[in-house]
């Protein structure tokens, strides 16, 4: 059963992320984005449930997006069934309702993203 609340879309968004390893902001850029998480590409992923700092942009949007995170699943690559880029899931822990829509809003003429990209994305991968 899935727990996912929201449609993912596929979105190469920069997103600075600030983790307690780190004051200084590291860039990373999504490969895909909801209004509750995001899924960043890195061969440096922290670990599952590391809290982080993520901030980002979006066009349309009347102001950047900057929301308290929990890793919630890492892809290191090493495993025959990883599919899609290396790099780590982080669900967002405090956006707003207005925050949700307005991510949403931004986001409706993106691709949907599918649950294992590899399919499709083998030829793609960073």
């Given at each position: 059963?899935?727990?996912?609340?929201?449609?993912?879309?596929?979105?190469?968004?920069?997103m600075e992320v600030i983790?307690?390893?780190?004051?200084?902001?590291?860039?990373?850029?999504?490969?895909?984005?909801?209004?509750?998480?995001?899924?960043?590409?890195?061969?440096?992923?922290?670990?599952?449930?590391?809290?982080?700092?993520?901030?980002?942009?979006?066009?349309?949007?009347?102001?950047?997006?900057?929301?308290?995170?929990?890793?919630?699943?890492?892809?290191?690559?090493?495993?025959?069934?990883?599919?899609?880029?290396?790099?780590?899931?982080?669900?967002?822990?405090?956006?707003?309702?207005?925050?949700?829509?307005?991510?949403?809003?931004?986001?409706?003429?993106?691709?949907?993203?599918?649950?294992?990209?590899?399919?499709?994305?083998?030829?793609?991968?960073?």
């Amino acid at each position: 059963m899935s727990k996912r609340f929201e449609i993912r879309r596929l979105a190469g968004v920069p997103m600075e992320v600030i983790s307690a390893k780190s004051d200084l902001p590291l860039e990373f850029v999504t490969f895909d984005l909801s209004p509750r998480g995001a899924y960043l590409m890195s061969d440096a992923v922290p670990k599952v449930g590391e809290q982080i700092v993520c901030a980002f942009g979006l066009y349309g949007a009347t102001k950047p997006f900057c929301f308290f995170g929990q890793v919630t699943r890492v892809n290191r690559g090493r495993r025959k069934n990883d599919a899609g880029p290396r790099g780590f899931g982080v669900t967002f822990l405090d956006p707003t309702a207005r925050e949700r829509l307005s991510i949403r809003s931004c986001l409706r003429n993106q691709p949907m993203a599918f649950q294992t990209p590899g399919r499709w994305l083998a030829g793609l991968r960073p």
